[in-house]
């Protein structure tokens, strides 16, 4: 991400802070799990790169008498971390436990007693039973991004078995007596600051949560959080700002997000609420950026269409037309008076539309002349699915309704060209539009993650997405 538009999300965050979320996103359990798995096996190649310092000094041992030692080239050959458990702590984090984890060290020793006697050769020590508990707090940085942090942490080593390859069998009572517990204190040490620098390496994943995604080259979206994480003791909840904005000019809507909740559900890992006000602060964005306006030629409509965008079609209608302007060919230029509301219902999306569509004739010199413009009021019937990690739609006419503005060749009833705009708005403007919503915009998004088995409900003022999660790429 550019500097500066890390500069334009900092000037998001003071205004989010006390502001309703656009969108909400759950992860369940299920979510957790999954997400358990990575992290133990980030955790894993953690502890395999535990260094065990050399162990040296002197020791009586009987019946031997004062024994000079050391234990050097220790290494990690093999590790496991056959069980764990994620729990959330309602309102901090949550906490990772691993049980019945084990370890493999090789090394080699040398041993010198009686002055002049020598002997050296090699080991393999096993512990088995180790636990390791830690827990770690969620919070929101200072750009809205989720942050851990490890907040405690405790490891025990259970039971430790020695074979030394080569040596005197009294060697093992110099091992088991000595050496064990400064290899025990040692790994203990080791640990926990491996688990820390293994929680902290989280935030560089959390990071690539795409609190500013570029849609377009006319828009971005936000999704920083507003709020500080929700977590109970089955779920964390996140609050994002989920707005549009045009890219490079961040000018907040007149309007702000209305309060939801999402339901509680277990069966999908993840959980994505997308408000009116997330579709609403897209139609505000694309409207200040002009594109929604529209330049319709006959081109545009079907060639199997009996209704063309001509003088003559229209005089028909309109005979001051055919009689003012006869055998022209026409255009239509259509534009918003104000943003496209989106209103979300049980089961139905809807968008309602107000417009004004001026006609014109092109005349032989390839100017125009006015002809009429219309007041249009219409409303669509909106269809939202997921594609990939995103979110993509349809229209379809629902309603249209006409007054006349201003016409330019008379008197005439508006009534007689609703046919006309219908199959104009059908065949011309909505397919324009559709190919627009097929493109879909990105939802929030981690790293590497792919949603996968998602199921899309419309609920009152909200859409909701639940979803499993995998690793693509």
């Known amino acids: 991400m550019f500097p500066w538009r890390w500069l334009a999300l900092l000037a998001l965050i003071p205004l989010s802070l006390s502001a309703n979320a656009g969108v909400k996103v759950k992860l369940t359990q299920k979510g957790l799990d999954f997400g358990r798995e990575l992290v133990v ?6 502890l395999m790169t535990i260094t065990v310092p050399n162990i040296s000094g002197k020791e009586r041992v009987k019946p031997i008498g004062k024994v000079g030692y050391s234990v050097t080239d220790m290494r990690i050959v093999k590790l496991g971390l056959p069980s764990s458990a994620i729990g959330l702590v309602p309102g901090t ?4 436990t691993i049980n019945n984890a084990f370890l493999s060290l090789h090394g080699k020793w040398r041993v010198k007693f009686l002055r002049f006697i020598k002997d050296r050769g090699s080991f393999d020590l096993a512990i088995k039973a180790l636990t390791i508990t830690t827990s770690i707090s969620l919070r929101s940085d200072n750009l809205g991004l989720p942050a851990v942090a490890m907040a405690s942490c405790d490891s025990t080593l259970g039971g430790v078995s020695i074979k030394l390859h080569g040596g005197a069998s009294w060697l ?3 091992f088991t007596r000595f050496i064990e517990k400064g290899m025990r204190s040692q ?3 080791k640990i926990c600051p491996l688990v820390a620098e293994s929680v902290s390496s989280m935030n560089q994943f959390l990071k690539t949560l795409n609190v500013l995604a570029p849609v377009d080259r006319y828009a971005e979206i936000a999704y920083p959080m507003v709020s500080s994480p929700e977590i109970s003791d089955s779920s964390i909840g996140l609050n994002l700002k989920g707005e549009f904005y045009n890219i490079g000019h961040h000018m907040e809507p007149p309007f702000s997000p209305t309060p939801f909740f999402l339901p509680n559900q277990e069966q999908g890992m993840l959980y994505i609420g997308l408000s009116a006000f997330t579709a609403n602060s897209a139609s505000f964005v694309y409207n200040k950026a002009g594109t929604l306006s529209l330049n319709i030629t006959d081109d545009m409509i079907p060639r199997s269409s009996p209704i063309r965008l001509t003088t003559g079609t229209f005089g028909v209608f309109i005979p001051q037309i055919a009689k003012l302007f006869p055998g022209l060919m026409m255009e239509l230029q259509l534009k918003t008076l104000k943003e496209p509301l989106f209103n979300i219902e049980a089961n139905k999306v809807t968008v309602d539309a107000k417009s004004s569509l001026t ?3 092109i005349l032989a010199n390839t100017s125009l002349a006015p002809l009429f413009v219309l007041n249009l009021d219409f409303s669509v019937s909106a269809r939202v699915n997921v594609v990939g990690n995103k979110l993509a739609g349809a229209v379809t006419l629902n309603q249209l309704d006409m007054s006349l503005g201003k016409s330019y060749v008379g008197d005439f009833k ?4 609703s046919n006309i705009f219908q199959i104009v708005l059908k065949f011309a403007v909505l397919p324009t539009v559709n190919v627009r919503l097929k ?7 981690l790293g590497k993650f792919s949603l996968k088995n998602t199921k899309l409900q419309v609920l009152k003022g909200y859409i909701m997405i639940g979803t499993d999660l995998q690793i693509s790429g």
Do not use: R
Request: proline share 7%; no cysteine; hydrophobic share 40%.
């Open 187 to 189: 790994l203990q040490k």
């Open 439 to 445: 493109e879909g915009f990105p939802l929030p998004s």
């Open 93 to 96: 984090g949550f906490t990772l």
């Open 359 to 361: 006609a014109y004739a």
């Open 41 to 46: 096996a980030s955790l894993q190649k953690k």
């Open 172 to 174: 093992y009572n110099l």
């Open 414 to 417: 508006v009534g007689s060209l």
